[in-house]
């Protein structure tokens, strides 16, 4: 296998010193720090359509020019991925308006589907991303629905929650207008943000175009983007129906996870469920 690397970055133009050193922080691939003639390089193991995904999804990202800082792909082959190393900022140089900042300016880059030209994958669950023309058509049909039925053949959801779903995914044209299409990294929770010395940096993108809250739903998942994002991606003020439109556009990533790492996030599930069957 080693050998298949090997050959990946001679076709880059890269002459590799040393061994695989293992990174932190993948729960799903296999992350590598390696030292070349030419510089520190990040190497990724993964199955191979999965890693072809996230380098497209790179690429588009680098592509939209929003000013935020995206590894540079250096070669993908097989099951290997090969990228620019990114050196992490001391922490009195992050400045989380510079990602809202820039995040507002990738959202700016829309088009008239929502979806993608293929399907990728959140973490190791498939995405299906066959475009549709209206995003409350594309949020049922290829985000809850999918997530809804899996996490009930696994026994994870019962017939009363997956019901549930279904019956919001089927009431989103009630309350919820269709937008264009923006460009999103579609798996923006906290650790995908890296700040550089060069400025904030997104990292291993789930990338489609739909409705922009949903990076700004994962950002807030775990934790907050604190003040200084939101005073520069909504000028300090959330926009009307930021309520239900955060709990709408958790309630995938959610799934996912509950489908990804078990029962433990069930009950985050159930709150965002419920949020959502209080009305908008």
């Given at each position: 296998?080693?050998?298949?690397?090997?050959?990946?970055?001679?076709?880059?133009?890269?002459?590799?010193?040393?061994?695989?050193?293992?990174?932190?922080?993948?729960?799903?691939?296999?992350?590598?720090?390696?030292?070349?003639?030419q510089?520190?390089?990040?190497?990724?193991?993964?199955?191979?359509?999965?890693?072809?995904?996230?380098?497209?999804?790179?690429?588009?990202?680098?592509?939209?020019?929003?000013?935020?800082?995206?590894?540079?792909?250096?070669?993908?082959?097989?099951?290997?991925?090969?990228?620019?190393?990114?050196?992490?900022?001391?922490?009195?140089?992050?400045?989380?308006?510079?990602?809202?900042?820039?995040?507002?300016?990738?959202?700016?880059n829309?088009?008239?589907?929502?979806?993608?030209?293929?399907?990728?994958?959140?973490?190791?669950?498939?995405?299906?991303?066959?475009?549709?023309?209206?995003?409350?058509?594309?949020?049922?049909?290829?985000?809850?629905?999918?997530?809804?039925?899996?996490?009930?053949?696994?026994?994870?959801?019962?017939?009363?929650?997956?019901?549930?779903?279904?019956?919001?995914?089927?009431?989103?044209?009630?309350?919820?207008?269709?937008?264009?299409?923006?460009?999103?990294?579609g798996?923006?929770?906290?650790?995908?943000?890296?700040?550089?010395?060069?400025?904030?940096?997104?990292?291993?993108?789930a990338?489609?175009?739909?409705?922009?809250?949903?990076?700004?739903?994962?950002?807030?998942?775990?934790?907050?983007?604190?003040?200084?994002?939101?005073?520069?991606?909504?000028?300090?003020?959330?926009?009307?129906?930021?309520?239900?439109r955060?709990?709408?556009?958790?309630?995938?990533?959610?799934?996912?996870?509950?489908?990804?790492?078990?029962?433990?996030?069930?009950?985050?599930?159930?709150?965002?469920?419920?949020?959502?069957?209080?009305?908008?």
């Amino acid at each position: 296998m080693l050998d298949s690397l090997d050959a990946l970055l001679e076709t880059a133009g890269l002459t590799g010193r040393g061994s695989l050193l293992p990174l932190s922080g993948g729960d799903i691939a296999a992350v590598y720090r390696l030292t070349t003639d030419q510089g520190d390089v990040v190497v990724k193991s993964d199955v191979p359509a999965r890693l072809a995904g996230e380098a497209e999804g790179l690429q588009a990202l680098a592509r939209a020019n929003s000013g935020l800082i995206v590894p540079e792909v250096l070669g993908q082959q097989g099951a290997w991925l090969v990228m620019e190393a990114l050196e992490a900022a001391p922490a009195h140089q992050r400045r989380a308006a510079a990602l809202g900042e820039g995040l507002r300016k990738l959202h700016g880059n829309t088009g008239e589907a929502h979806g993608w030209p293929r399907d990728n994958a959140c973490g190791s669950t498939p995405q299906p991303n066959k475009p549709l023309p209206d995003g409350r058509a594309f949020q049922r049909e290829r985000r809850l629905l999918p997530l809804a039925r899996a996490c009930y053949e696994r026994g994870l959801l019962d017939k009363r929650l997956k019901v549930a779903v279904e019956a919001i995914a089927e009431s989103l044209e009630t309350w919820l207008e269709d937008v264009p299409a923006s460009l999103v990294h579609g798996d923006l929770w906290s650790g995908n943000v890296l700040y550089t010395p060069r400025g904030p940096a997104i990292i291993d993108p789930a990338v489609y175009r739909h409705y922009p809250e949903v990076d700004i739903a994962m950002l807030t998942l775990f934790g907050s983007p604190g003040d200084a994002f939101f005073d520069a991606y909504w000028n300090g003020s959330p926009p009307a129906g930021w309520g239900p439109r955060e709990a709408l556009f958790q309630l995938y990533p959610l799934l996912n996870h509950l489908l990804l790492f078990g029962g433990g996030y069930r009950q985050a599930v159930v709150g965002a469920i419920e949020k959502l069957q209080a009305g908008p």
